[in-house]
């Protein structure tokens, strides 16, 4: 393939202010999926979680939180973890600072005045969309006491050039404990998603792998 799924351990080096994956001994791994709530496809993994007792974290664009309350409120209910993805799905390398922490802050009372309780207990995990962020906006996120959290294996299950099976193996044949791998529950990733998912939860559980939710 021409594009990386799983992140050189130089990137990792290179940017060490960014949570790449969590090291551990117990064999966990962090499923995560950004781009929601989507009611096309965002319930369904749930489900899928739920079959498995599998924990995720999800990071939420703040417009689809006020669009979707119901269920956003049912990620919470669940016991998952939310992080922010900004209100619009930016791009930092394309946004002034300012206005990337305007949009950001936005999602992030979206998130904080959802009905959460104890709010003052939920991590303030971010992640870039595209993966993109100025040093500049990096560095107030990191300040306000975000961790941002990048990713150690990517499906590209948003990708419509390739197969469900590449989709599939992009996730399978990288995995390791500690691994923090990125999905979407989104329109866009919905169709290799219902594929994808289930298969790689059986694989995960089959081969001894904790799934948890990113709580730093």
Known sequence: ???????????????????WDIPNYENK????????PTPEITEWVLEQLKIHNAKATFFCIGKNIEKHPVIFQKIIDDNHVIGNHTFNHVNGWSTKTNDY?????????????????????????????YGKIKPSQSKILRKLGY???MWDVISYDFDTEISNEECLNNVLNNVKSGSIIVFHDSVKAEQ??????????????????VLEKIDL
Do not use: A
Not at 102 to 129: D, E, Y
């Open 147 to 149: 961790k941002i959290i």
């Open 29 to 36: 791994v962090y499923l995560t999926f950004d781009d929601g």
């Open 192 to 209: 290799k998603l219902r594929i994808v998912l289930p298969q790689t939860l059986t694989f995960l559980k089959e081969k001894g792998f």
């Open 101 to 129: 922490m305007v949009n950001t802050n936005l999602c992030q009372s979206k998130i904080l005045n959802s009905g959460i309780k104890h709010r003052n207990q939920i991590p303030k995990l971010f992640r870039p969309p």
């Open 1 to 19: 393939m021409s594009f990386w799924v799983k992140t050189n351990r130089f990137i990792k080096l290179y940017f060490p202010n960014y949570i």
